[in-house]
């Protein structure tokens, strides 16, 4: 934030004030607009990293973006408030005003640019600039008020006054996630911070300031404060209505279930003539129904080769690959830690996956635990399994990178018995080799043994996976309890797995580093992925 520079020459405001409450309280009452202002500032920073996350799903990436853009937009802003400062409270209610419509809109004016223009990062840019030129506006003129109500060393002001904006930001910045998210969500949060912000900038200026400004104007500001306020009332009324409709243009098939949890948006298509039933995690494909079982039986099936008394499933939260497990009669028990409780309650309760997991969660082996995956094997399991399903994110982000390091990989050995078995979902080889050979050297580095093989899965394109142990590299083979009726894993697709074309195998893409907690590189490694597909 640009320090300000106090004012200590003449202006054409110098005028007495004559305000209408003694200087204290109206310095109270102008240091209580910094707060606010600066806990509604906060929200729309953070608001616009969260969409970026949501929709694009690189949070440092979206962060950084956000926050430098804003950081040199207020510097901007807050040089260009210098011309104000002649006019300093009616400038402050006006561009109070403006960050209300603005700021309150921007989480629906950056999803309609990504759902109709495809133009979100652009939009993104140019909302930042604008709501951070305008909080950096905001000081210049209130140091400009808190000296004209009452003479004091300009450092004393700047201390106040930063004081006041520091605090604000720490509210506004524990109240998004801990309030606003839970009670409103990000559209309607934003949008009742917008008018907070618009409401406190005005009000306060047409009170405290109100024998400084003309009849005209005290009328046009409250005649303002009136259309802002039904702007975003109307903006609210509709929001769901903006969403649903947003949401269907992203998406090819009709949308049949969609919802916000805690953690993402969850998205259920049916195509209404194939029935082709489809699971997107904040924007992402899970899976394809017409396919899925491509994806799961090759997944699954080798993994189970042995031992399988205790199965562990790390994600995986849609019951597919718990369904497959259940196949076998042998199976004692199946624990699975998904994150997400309102994906897993999805996949329990509703029809669109019932059909096709076969009521899973029903089963009384299965355990589900809300958990992260690597908290839950640091922090709480004390038990050993005989096999370990990695059906995890993709890692294209910082959360979800971890998850495909040496140290998580290291905590799964601790959670595996002796001649336990892992397996690992790991991308696409073709589309993005060095992301799944990196996944491999991460497995490897950790102390497995590792067999790469992979399969075409149409929704996806081609898919690889790793199976690994701590003794020898373990064979790609069907158990001999194998289910008869597979649709896809049969002994001959899984030996042709094990093939790489010369232009895709470990050879390929030369020397790969592994991912860890402090050099994730697995996201650099997705990230430079997909690129002309």
């Known amino acids: 934030m640009t320090s300000p520079t106090a004012t200590t020459g003449p202006t054409a405001d110098d005028a007495p004030l004559n305000l209408p409450v003694r200087p204290g309280p109206a310095r109270f009452f102008v240091m209580f607009a910094v707060f606010v202002c600066a806990s509604c500032g906060m929200v729309y920073e953070l608001a616009l990293v969260a969409l970026g996350s949501y929709l694009l799903g690189d949070t440092i990436v979206q962060a950084s973006i956000v926050l430098s853009v804003m950081v040199f937009a207020m510097g901007v802003g807050s040089l260009l408030a210098k011309r104000l400062t002649s006019h300093a409270a009616l400038s402050f209610a006006v561009i109070e005003a403006a960050l209300g419509v603005i700021g309150g809109l921007s989480i629906l004016l950056l999803y309609l640019a990504f759902a109709y223009i495809n133009m979100y990062t652009t939009a993104m840019v140019l909302l930042a600039f604008v709501i951070g030129a305008l909080i950096g506006a905001e000081i210049p003129l209130l140091m400009e008020l808190i000296q004209r109500i009452r003479a004091q060393r300009a450092s004393t002001a700047v201390a106040d006054l930063f004081a006041a904006d520091y605090v604000g930001g720490l509210i506004g910045g524990l109240a998004f996630p801990f309030l606003l998210l839970p009670l409103l969500g990000l559209p309607r949060g934003v949008l009742a911070v917008g008018m907070i912000n618009a409401t406190t900038g005005i009000v306060i200026v047409l009170w405290l300031f109100r024998r400084r400004l003309n009849r005209r104007l005290r009328a046009g500001l409250a005649a303002g404060l009136a259309v802002i306020l039904a702007l975003l009332t109307f903006a609210w009324i509709y929001t769901d209505a903006i969403e649903i409709t947003s949401r269907q243009r992203i998406y090819r ?121 690597f908290t839950w094997l640091r922090e709480e399991n004390s038990e050993a399994y005989d096999v370990v399903i990695a059906d995890l994110p993709d890692p294209d982000d910082v959360g979800t990178s971890k998850l495909y390091s040496i140290e998580f990989y290291g905590l799964v050995d601790r959670a595996m018995k002796p001649d336990a078995r892992l397996v690992v979902q790991a991308g696409s080889p073709y589309f993005a080799p060095e992301a799944y050979w990196g996944i491999g050297e991460s497995v490897a580095r950790a102390g497995f043994r590792t067999t790469p093989y992979h399969v075409d899965v149409p929704s996806f394109g081609d898919w690889g996976y790793f199976l690994a142990a701590k003794g020898e590299a373990p064979a790609v083979e069907l158990p001999a309890a194998a289910p008869a009726d597979l649709r896809f894993a049969t002994p001959e697709v899984l030996a042709a797995a094990l093939v790489f074309p010369p232009d895709r195998d470990r050879d390929s893409v030369g020397e790969v580093e592994p991912s860890s907690l402090l050099h994730p590189r697995v996201i650099d490694q997705q990230r430079g992925a997909w690129v002309g597909y």
């Open 253 to 373: 098939d009709p949308i049949v279930t969609a919802e916000r949890s805690q953690y993402q948006d969850i998205v259920v298509t049916r195509h209404p003539r194939t029935q082709d039933t489809r699971l997107f995690l904040n924007g992402d494909l899970q899976f394809a129904s017409n396919d899925e079982y491509r994806y799961h039986e090759t997944l699954v099936h080798p993994a189970l080769n042995g031992s399988r008394d205790r199965v562990l499933v790390l994600g995986g939260g849609d019951g597919m690959a718990i369904r497959e497990v259940l196949r076998y009669p042998d199976v004692e028990q199946v624990t699975l830690v998904d994150l997400d409780p309102a994906v897993v309650e999805l996949a329990r309760t509703d029809e669109h996956f019932t059909e096709f997991n076969d009521s899973a969660f029903d089963d009384p082996r299965v355990e589900y635990v809300p958990a992260d995956a």
